[in-house]
């Protein structure tokens, strides 16, 4: 498994997360193509979310209590519980960030004691999971939502015409 490549990705993930919403608006960020659709503003703070309680939770839990029961999370219900888009996307977007760079942060300090046990299997509400496959589905989760950011930007210039 190409560990280096997929922490690059997360790295360079971030980055390309602050660059789409370098110019965006307030009225940008909150704009949704049609009511089932997630804003900008949405996308950034389940990405918030996503990085404090569940992509370096995850891994954790498996390299290092792998029979410990996972906590809870529920990333499309915080879309409206924790009403992301009511917001301001720049504190949204520092705060994950921040969050990112602990991640990476979290990952060269699990490199500088020694490689950890990749292959490590832990239990997933879905049944068992490696460490290193949590590992492909945080910097496929990333790939997702640039994605899914840049069809908003496009779909929000799009409309605007």
């Known amino acids: 498994m190409e560990i280096e490549a997929l922490v690059l990705q997360i790295n360079n993930s971030a980055a390309s997360v602050q660059?789409?919403?370098a110019d965006v608006s307030d009225e940008q960020a909150r704009w949704k193509?049609?009511?089932e659709s997630w804003?900008?503003?949405e996308v950034i703070n389940h990405l918030?979310?996503?990085e404090r309680e569940d992509f370096r939770v995850r891994p954790d839990c498996i390299l290092h209590r792998p029979q410990e029961k996972w906590p809870p999370i529920n990333p499309v219900g915080w879309v409206t519980e924790r009403k992301y888009n009511e917001r301001d996307l720049q504190e949204s977007l520092a705060n994950y960030l921040a969050e990112r760079e602990q991640s990476l942060h979290w990952l060269r300090e699990l490199a500088s004691a020694g490689p950890p046990n990749w292959d490590a299997v832990g239990n997933a509400p879905w049944g068992t999971i490696r460490a290193g496959d949590?590992?492909?589905a945080w910097a496929a989760h990333?790939?997702?939502h640039l994605r899914q950011l840049s069809e908003l930007y496009y779909a929000y210039l799009s409309a605007q015409q």
Do not use: Q
């Open 19 to 21: 660059s789409f919403t």
């Open 134 to 136: 949590m590992m492909s």
């Open 48 to 50: 918030y979310d996503e």
């Open 39 to 41: 804003s900008i503003l």
């Open 142 to 144: 990333d790939l997702l």
């Open 33 to 35: 193509l049609d009511v």
